[in-house]
């Protein structure tokens, strides 16, 4: 296992860790694309580019759209 | 050393457990469950790579090289893309009941009322 | 249960699980030994069979086809499910002006808007030569609308995404996938089997059947995701006429 790989895990458990810890909720949405590109990484160094491009336009268009208009919504309009 | 992503994906799992036990609002709840779901991917990954393969594309390397499993990879990334849409079901969901209760945080949603 | 009894529990149950997740772990064959033949096999027989180069979406559109049907219908589901709950009776209701009021912004997104059409196409056309395909393609030409909304204004987004259109290209991407299934039960072979010529690998014309199942993957996946958007801005909307 190449060193590249072993980073990326340790930033991907790192990521994982911070997600869960947040607990103001537009840095929850900022923390969760940041996983998510953190997963890119990861997904990439295993060889998988299908996989990465999937995660990454989910992680950049299709989770923060629906996360930042729900918290809009939640507190009020 | 090679144990390291199969513990990642244990880890990731038990984290993101932990946060939707203890989350004080819906739409965290919802991110969490998001971060679980993204530990089987990388279970499903893992278990698919290949020492020194290349990814399973041959449009300019030769049929024949070295190259990792697809069908994890296909598995994983039609879930990937249909996780998003589940979690706004579970975010309108959400919504509709803060539109009734006047609150999100799980704890002070306990009897169904009506 | 109060909350400090759920955590402790929760504390005792997770070692406990976390320890046995652990041991199974223990059980895989070590990272980067993977053993399998049926990708092994795959990687072999794909390209030649059906003439394309990413094995990856011949996987997902031909050899696995039927998971990915399930696939889809659970994203029609989860859709509906949304509209089901968010979609109220409107009339033609007269939206508030709520213009995006830096002109740099309003210049990116009118720019970015048809190159991220452009590239959401490209994406979705290349999926069986190069990684890609009909899910990630479909989710880029949704956010070439949403870019409307962002960097412009909420009525331009919705002049241009009419409910009428998105339904009707969702439901014709979902039913169009399963469409082409009874065609090449109609052509003799099994659901969902490969039909069509095959071409040249490493050209557009390639595959057979899988360029449709493409085709009709990218439009529902982008009409799905247009639809959630507009549900959930449309929410936002009633909830500041009403003064929230």
């Known amino acids: 296992m190449i060193p590249l790989q072993a980073a990326a895990i340790l930033l991907v458990a790192l990521g994982a860790t911070a997600v869960v810890l947040t607990r103001d909720l537009v840095r929850l949405a900022l923390l969760s694309s940041v996983y998510a590109l953190l997963l890119v990484v990861l997904f990439l160094v295993f060889q998988a580019p299908d996989v990465a491009i999937s995660e990454l336009v989910v992680g950049a268009i299709g989770f923060p759209l629906v996360i930042g208009v729900a918290i809009v919504l939640q507190r009020g309009g | 050393m090679s144990y390291l992503p199969y513990a990642l994906a244990v880890w990731i799992f038990l984290v993101g457990l932990y946060g939707v036990v203890s989350s004080k609002s819906l739409v965290h709840l919802v991110v969490c469950l998001n971060v679980t779901q993204s530990s089987t991917y990388v279970l499903l990954l893992a278990i698919g790579y290949v020492e020194r393969g290349t990814a399973p594309v041959f449009a300019d390397v030769p049929t024949g090289t070295r190259a990792v499993d697809p069908v994890v990879q296909a598995l994983t990334l039609t879930d990937i893309v249909v996780s998003v849409t589940v979690a706004a079901l579970l975010l309108a969901l959400s919504i509709d009941v803060q539109k009734r209760n006047r609150t999100v945080d799980p704890d002070e949603l306990h009897a169904m009322r009506g | ?244």
């Open chain 3, 1 to 244: 249960m109060t909350r400090r009894t759920r955590l402790r529990l929760f504390a005792g149950s997770a070692t406990g699980l976390g320890a046995l997740l652990l041991w199974a772990m223990a059980g895989l064959p070590d990272f980067g030994h993977y053993s399998g033949a049926y990708g092994r096999i795959l990687n072999a027989a794909a390209p030649p069979e059906r003439h394309v180069s990413s094995v990856v979406a011949a996987v997902v559109f031909d050899y696995r086809g039927f998971d990915t049907l399930g696939e889809e219908f659970i994203l029609f589901t989860s859709v509906m499910g949304v509209a089901l709950l968010l979609r109220e009776v409107r009339g033609d209701q007269v939206h508030r002006r709520d213009r995006v009021q830096s002109d740099a912004v309003r210049l990116v997104g009118v720019a970015f808007a048809p190159l991220l059409l452009v590239i959401g196409l490209y994406v979705v056309a290349h999926g069986y030569i190069t990684p890609g395909g009909g899910f990630q393609g479909g989710v880029v030409l949704a956010a070439a609308f949403a870019l409307l909304y962002v960097a412009g204004e909420y009525r331009a987004y919705r002049r241009l995404t009419p409910a009428f259109a998105v339904d009707f290209a969702e439901g014709t991407g979902a039913g169009g996938y399963a469409v082409v299934g009874i065609v090449s039960m109609l052509l003799g072979s099994a659901y969902l089997h490969n039909f069509g010529p095959l071409g040249t690998s490493g050209t557009l014309a390639s595959g057979g059947s899988i360029a449709f199942l493409n085709i009709a993957t990218a439009l529902e996946v982008g009409a799905a995701f247009v639809l959630l958007f507009t549900e959930f801005l449309e929410e936002v909307e009633v909830s500041r006429r009403s003064g929230g």
